[in-house]
């Protein structure tokens, strides 16, 4: 099983991908798209789950998605036929780093996405090229809540803390004016979500050869997560302007 299907068994629970609850969501969103009748890109979007909320609550919103897995794209897809969206949204199969468009955006969104462009401030840049003036940007990235063991910068790449992370933010020539900081709960909450779906799917499927792979890698997830970063590593989440258009 490789690890776009092991992915897609963690995070059927918790298709947000992020640790993030409904609420805090919903309220992403709202200072996201303050209009209701934005043009929205999610660069990395997966199964759209970000872009399905969206699209779901205004009914005037048009929504595009970028990203590499062609099993997610279709789960889109599906999802916003079913929801009655889909010809609201737009889908893309490519690297989101090489994606182009005719017209610029009123929200970018990478929500746990940064790796794909190497790291914070390269997202940031691919954002910028795709935002309509007075736009916003809905980026989500980890940072050190305390100070890491190098295990877990091993295991979760360079982070900052908090302060250090907002302050490249300002630098780079954004200002936030809209931030959520996961809490312990929704943090815990997704960790427990991703490996206990893993772990249910394995002890569902004892027949499958791939089942004890699959259980012994919730397995060690789990262990990582608790003995590794659960009280180092934090999430936050952030609506950016740019400070000078």
Sequence with gaps: MNR???SGLAHADHPIKSPLDDDSVRQLLERGVPRGDERVLDLGCGGGEWLLR????????LAEGVDTSEHALRQASEAAS?????TRLALHHQEAADFRSTHSFDLVLSVGATHAFGGLLPTLA???KHLAPGGRVLIGEGFWEREPSPEAVEMLGDLTDLATTVDRVV????TPVHGHISTRR????????CWGALASWALDHPADPDSSHVLETAANRRT??????????????L???RTSD
């Design 4 to 6: 776009e299907q092991i």
């Design 54 to 61: 969206a699209l779901r609550t205004h009914p005037h919103l």
């Design 82 to 86: 079913r929801l009655g969206v889909r």
């Design 126 to 128: 691919a954002a910028r």
């Design 171 to 174: 630098a780079d020539g954004w």
């Design 186 to 193: 929704e943090l815990d909450d997704y960790e427990w979500a």
């Design 224 to 237: 990582e997560w608790l003995r590794v970063y659960r009280d180092m590593w934090g999430f936050v989440s």
């Design 239 to 241: 609506v950016l302007r």
